[in-house]
């Protein structure tokens, strides 16, 4: 590897008339754009020359703005679909945007796609940290007006250690209010250029399934894993050649001897092992790769389960949290590879 691979430095590019930034520290490289969403839309292990998550085409900005949660790491506030984009907050009942192509219900939130601001970015020894932020404008919309109570920062940390995340939220309102926090996150398969989709399998830490129904939506009802899904937790499934769409709760599960939570994509031929490691709250799964046919897999960690505003359970098994005003969540994941 050479110097400059693990020397840390920041580039600062132009997308059309989106500003990114390209950030490099310990043999990893980073691109984050502010303007949507704080997204990391490249992520690469420089030694060995692996393009790690679905990466948009630079030709096409407009295509990516309108889709971003299927390229890079996306930030969902709230995650996944409400029904009806109905959320009861406080004794009274905000309308959110209706905005899914199917089913009546709001999807993903809107902070995708909204400009963050950079706070700080330095780039010190072999190590680069930068830091963004969101405080949204003041407005009569419902959701608008709910979002703009929170205060968001991203922290990412880029090293020989990966890529860290770290994500803060603080209730900045005058009222308790309900969070859920997902990452559509968006991993290339294959990510070695001489591998097959074939040569790959993918571990989950998922516990049971939860039962959707025609919407979309959680019923509230826990299954057990099938056989073929169980798979996720031992020894991996392949998660290219057919569609998989798969919502549960999560469970440690053994690696190497040790607990885990997160999800491992293993290419067999190479002997690399890509590592997604997430915090503890978050406590549920999707996992999904549309077709199953576009060479990406995403393995979306949530802190609620799918509609967890409407379940009637006990938090601590949907995930469902409310801030107090003046209160702060804070949360880190991490990504890096491996050989084994």
Known sequence: ???????????????????????????????????????????????????????PNRADLAGFKARPQVYGIPFLFPPNRIEDGKFPVEGRVLQFPVNSPTGNNHLHGFLRIKPWQVVNAVAEGEAVTIELAFDGDSGDDDYIAYINQFHFKMIYKLSQAGLEQRLQITNRGKETLPIGIGFHTAFKVPFHPESKP??????????????????????????????????????????????????GTAEPMMVDGKAFHGAIIDDLAQKLRLIYQVGPQYKHWVIWNDAGDQQFI???????????????????????????????????????????
């Open 1 to 55: 590897m050479s110097v400059n691979e693990n020397a840390a430095m920041i580039m600062e590019e132009r997308w059309e008339d989106e500003v990114t930034l390209r950030f490099r520290a310990g043999g990893y490289e980073a691109v984050v754009i502010p303007g949507v969403g704080a997204q990391i839309i490249e992520f690469r292990d420089l030694k060995r020359k692996l393009d790690l998550v679905r990466t």
């Open 198 to 247: 074939e040569d790959y399998r993918l571990r989950v830490s998922i516990g049971r399934k939860w039962e959707l129904n025609d919407r979309g939506l959680a019923t509230g009802k826990l299954l057990d894993l099938t056989v073929e899904e169980e798979l996720y937790r031992t020894e991996g499934v392949k998660p290219q050649g057919t569609p998989i769409s798969i919502h």
């Open 298 to 340: 995403c393995p979306e960690p949530q802190t609620w389960v799918i509609n967890a505003p409407h379940i009637q359970l006990d938090p601590e098994v949907t995930g469902y949290r409310e801030l107090k005003p003046g209160e702060t969540w804070v949360e880190d994941c991490a990504v890096w590879i491996e050989a084994y």
